[in-house]
């Protein structure tokens, strides 16, 4: 059974940096599209970022490219999301979450991990 393990999530001020990882075991990570996701107090959840297997390509959800980055370290089975200036609008859970490249839906999901940025 695949199991994806988030962490990094803080308290952080207005304008601060933060990197979230997300540590995968079960399965290797290289069979899978990374991705990440937030779900606000209140609201529903929103698509971050995907990335695919080797070729690095990216996606990015609507107003997320520019202060997200996602990247993966395959050696390592983690994935990263790097995010720089940060407003209390981000604050949210965040979820680490991986698909087979058959599929469109992403079957396995972490158990996301606080982000709190404060004004």
């Known amino acids: 059974q695949m199991q994806l393990v988030e962490s990094g999530g803080a308290l952080v001020q207005t304008g601060a940096s933060l990197r979230l990882s997300c540590t995968v075991s079960?399965?290797?990570?290289?069979?899978?599209?990374m991705g990440w996701f937030r779900q606000r107090s209140g609201k529903e959840r929103e698509f971050i970022a995907s990335?695919?297997?080797?070729?690095?390509?990216?996606r990015y959800g609507d107003s997320m490219r520019g202060r997200f980055t996602i990247s993966r370290d395959n050696t390592k089975n983690t994935a990263y999301l790097e995010m720089v200036s940060l407003s209390p609008e981000d604050t949210a859970v965040y979820y680490c979450a991986a698909r087979s490249p058959s599929s469109n839906d992403f079957a396995y999901w972490g158990q996301g991990t606080q982000v709190t940025v404060s004004s």
């Open positions: 990335l695919e297997r080797y070729t690095g390509a990216t």
């Open positions: 079960g399965r290797p990570m290289n069979r899978y599209i």
